[in-house]
C-alpha cells in the first residue's frame, strides 16, 4: 500500500509525516473507523497539495486542521456522517463516509462546499488513491 501511496502523491508538495499522536483526535472525532489508506497518507506526509497521479490536483489537510474545518463548514449540520479531509484547491470538498450501516461506509467522497448536501456527493472509491476530480 505505501508504495502506490508513494506513487500516487509523488508531484505533490508533501509535508512531515502525522505521528499516530496527531491522528487520535481525529479518530475520537470521527468515532469510527478511518481507511487504512488515509491513515497511511498521514502518516507518510502530513497532509499534501498538488496533482497526484491520475492528474487531479488534490489538498489534504493536515491532522491537525481536519477536526477545526469540519466545524468551521458545519459539516456535521449539512452532511452527517461524513469526514472532510481536504478539497480540490476549488469548489469541491473530500470526504469519508462515517456513517455506520451505510453500503457506501469508509469510502471517499467529492461534494461541493455549496451547497454541501449528502444530494450532491459523488463517490469515488474505496481507497484513497480512487480520488478524482473531474474538471
Known amino acids: 500500500m505505501i508504495k502506490n501511496l508513494q506513487k500516487f502523491i509523488e508531484k505533490c508538495h508533501l509535508n512531515p509525516p502525522a505521528t499516530n499522536q496527531d491522528l487520535d483526535p481525529i479518530k475520537k472525532y470521527a468515532a469510527g473507523i478511518l481507511p487504512d489508506s488515509y ?3 498521514l502518516l507518510l506526509t502530513n497532509g499534501l497539495e ?3 497521479a491520475n492528474g487531479s490536483y488534490v489538498v489534504i489537510w ?12 458545519r459539516v ?8 472532510l479531509i481536504g478539497s480540490d484547491g476549488g469548489d469541491e470538498a473530500i470526504g469519508i463516509d462515517l456513517r455506520q450501516g451505510s453500503l457506501s461506509y469508509g469510502q471517499y467522497f467529492r461534494v461541493p462546499f455549496v451547497p454541501l448536501a449528502w444530494k450532491d456527493a459523488i463517490q469515488m472509491g474505496v481507497e ?3 480520488i478524482k476530480i473531474v474538471a
Open 39 to 41: 491513515l497511511s497518507l
Open 50 to 52: 498538488g496533482q497526484v
Open 62 to 73: 493536515k491532522a491537525a486542521e481536519v477536526i477545526e474545518l469540519n466545524q468551521a463548514y
Open 76 to 83: 456535521e449540520a449539512s452532511v452527517p456522517g461524513m469526514l
Open 128 to 130: 484513497i488513491e480512487d
